[in-house]
């Protein structure tokens, strides 16, 4: 661990974590692009990088943007991140009573707080972890990703059956190209760039990217007010902190063991937070309407959700979100390979990036707090103005990747496509995951199938992968379960 | 036309052309050997059992909420432009289609006539700047070598 820190006071390491820091938070205080988006955007220019440089600054954008996200949602009433929704409630109403400042504040502090916690939890837990991942074989990795996949449809917002339909396209999509065991291509249909398979930057450029902008076009007329924050009244006061210590605790716990299971992340994390300070609360009734424990807690959760997620991709190699779905990808790119070898084989980056996460969190809150206003001028800025520049970002950085018109085409068709799939109700987050699994999953399934010599049995006896798949089999089960008994309970009143 | 029924048929036939791929031209394999057709085939049927499903609940509560209206105009201006841009990069070369698309978006904006020229000109220097020398980015030349 203090090898970790040795490697992130390294001054490139320090100012590539500066970048992908200062990024993120530009990126979640700007409504409509999100980190996923922006971390592909990127992940091109880092190829001249080192590794560790690279998974630093994309790090840092990630856990940035939870922090940016707070400031739209208080001053501006719109999220910059999916994940500050909740902030706008209890945030956008201290805002409006001339409190910005202190909302914007705890949530600055919660999230180091939060942050700093959860990595120091990962810091012991990682390790542990690796440890029992090493006696994993492919039958227990493809049980283990059965069930992430199942979890990450569990928690989606919409109907689980079109969650599901979205992991099997994910995974159909993503054997597109060369088959590794046979050789043979897949569903190519002759064209040169599908023959390497579908690349993973254009894919979520297009899906997440350019599918947000073609959906805001809609509201382009929308004007912003934004409030602006009294310049010295940034710090809580006591009372303040009185109310949100004990959120933001629960916050943090509740936001890294929600962000470790993938698909649920920070988005169900601040949910749940603010569900839960509602629910404890002695006075539920000053929820909505400027209570700090709203922004506190959520905040919390959502930036500990975020240190949480990492904790599947750098122990097991699985990706929780999108966003280390990209982060897997960026390693793969780089040469290393991610699994929980990768504390052994790279031990710089596993500790060098958690060790830089410390310090991108105490940089953000250095950051957050003296730039209001710079970002809250950035709000300013309408979005006509800004959507070509972000839409040109996207079209450069797809077409980078390989100096390929293809792979720009690729994002076209990706955001045509995550666009319909928004405008008909279906989510996107499954099918990039199980885009990225999808391939190890195969892998899996065919090494298992070949250890075992053809009998299915293998992922029952082994007790780990037995207990995934019931696990998993659990997950799909229980909402039929419960709708019917909600039904049958109505008919019999 | 409702939502859920449409997209059900959608994936339906996606469900049906990789099932029939996946057992027709790639090679199933068996048990012991799962050949390169074993994945999609197994995925195609279950994506066809859940979009069977999904067009079963459709009809069967008469849920029919269309999808949200399209601004076709705005839409189909900014599809076009970022193919466009896609179709000539290579040939007319960046600074070229750079400027020209980002003069026909700025169009969104509402600027005056000499703002807008303006600040394409400048946004296309800006970002050639920034790619070519600081990112260092290869760049497509095209037709006039710039």
């Known amino acids: ?493 | 036309m409702p939502k859920d029924l449409t997209s059900g048929i959608f994936w339906l036939a996606i469900a049906i052309f990789v099932t029939i791929e996946g057992f027709t031209k790639l090679k199933l394999g068996t048990l012991h050997q799962p050949g390169p057709g074993f994945f999609p085939f197994w995925g195609g049927l279950l994506l066809g059992t859940f979009s069977l499903m999904l067009l079963a609940r459709s009809l069967k509560f008469h849920d029919w909420i269309a999808a949200s209206a399209i601004s076709w105009p705005a839409l189909s201006l900014v599809l076009a432009a970022l193919l466009g841009y896609l179709l000539f990069l290579e040939t007319l070369g960046f600074l070229i289609v750079t400027l020209l698309f980002l003069l026909a978006l700025f169009c969104f904006a509402e600027l005056g006539w000499v703002k807008h020229v303006a600040l394409s000109v400048i946004a296309t220097s800006v970002v050639y700047a920034l790619f070519k020398f600081w990112l260092k980015v290869q760049l497509p030349l095209g037709l006039f070598g710039i």
């Open chain 1, 1 to 493: 661990m203090l090898n970790g820190f040795q490697v992130a006071f390294q001054p490139i390491n320090l100012l590539y974590c500066f970048i992908g820091v200062f990024i993120g938070t530009l990126v979640g205080v700007l409504p409509g692009l999100g980190p996923a988006a922006a971390i592909a955007l990127l992940l091109p220019s880092t190829f001249a990088l080192s590794p560790v440089a690279s998974i630093i600054m994309l790090a840092g954008i990630y856990y940035g943007a939870m922090y940016g996200g707070s400031t739209t949602s208080i001053l501006v009433n719109i999220p910059g991140e999916a994940a500050s929704v909740v902030t706008c409630l209890d945030g956008h109403a201290m805002a409006r009573q001339g409190r910005a400042g202190p909302a914007l504040g705890i949530a600055a502090f919660g999230s180091f707080i939060a942050g700093t916690l959860s990595i120091l939890i990962l810091t012991f837990l990682a390790p542990l972890l690796v440890k029992i991942a090493l006696s994993f074989g492919p039958p227990e990795y493809f049980s283990l990703m059965v069930l992430g996949t199942t979890l990450v449809t569990y928690f989606t917002q919409g109907s689980m059956v079109k969650a599901l339909m979205m992991a099997l396209v994910g995974v159909l999509l993503g054997s597109v190209g060369v088959d590794s065991i046979s050789g043979r291509y897949r569903f190519t249909f002759g064209i040169q760039t599908l023959m390497d398979g579908l690349g993973l930057v254009p894919v979520i450029m297009g899906l997440f990217g350019i599918s947000e902008v073609l959906l805001n076009l809609e509201n382009l007329a929308r004007q912003r007010r934004v409030y602006a924050a009294p310049s010295g009244g940034l710090l809580p006061n006591r009372e303040d902190w009185r109310r949100s210590a004990i959120p933001i605790a629960r916050g943090s716990l509740l936001g890294f063991f929600l962000g470790i299971l993938p698909g649920a992340g920070a988005i169900i994390a601040s949910l749940a937070s603010y569900a839960t300070e509602k629910r404890v609360s002695k006075h539920p009734e000053r929820f909505g309407r400027g209570a700090i424990e709203g922004v506190a807690g959520p905040e919390a959760a959502n930036n500990a959700a975020a240190g949480g997620a990492f904790i599947p991709l750098l122990t097991l190699g699985i990706p929780a979100n999108p966003v280390m779905a990209i982060l897997l990808g960026a390693l793969m790119i780089h040469g290393l390979q991610p699994g929980p070898l990768l504390m052994q084989r790279a031990p710089d980056l596993f500790w060098g990036t958690i060790a830089s996460m410390y310090i991108g969190n105490a940089m953000l809150l250095v950051l957050n707090l003296p730039l209001i206003g710079i970002w809250t001028r950035l709000l300013r800025v309408p979005y006509a103005l800004l959507f070509p520049f972000i839409l040109l970002f996207c079209l450069i950085g797809a077409y980078s990747v390989g100096n390929n018109v293809g792979d720009g085409i690729v994002m076209w068709v990706f955001g045509v496509l995550g666009y319909l799939l928004k405008k008909f109700d279906y989510e996107a987050a499954p099918l990039i995951l199980a885009m990225v699994i999808g391939p190890m999953m195969e892998e899996a399934l065919r090494q298992s199938l070949i250890l075992s010599r053809g009998e299915f049995t293998i992922f029952f006896s082994r007790p780990i992968s037995a207990g995934f798949i019931l696990s998993a089999a659990l997950l799909l089960i229980l909402p039929f379960v419960t709708r019917r008994s909600e039904a049958s309970q109505t008919h019999e009143r």
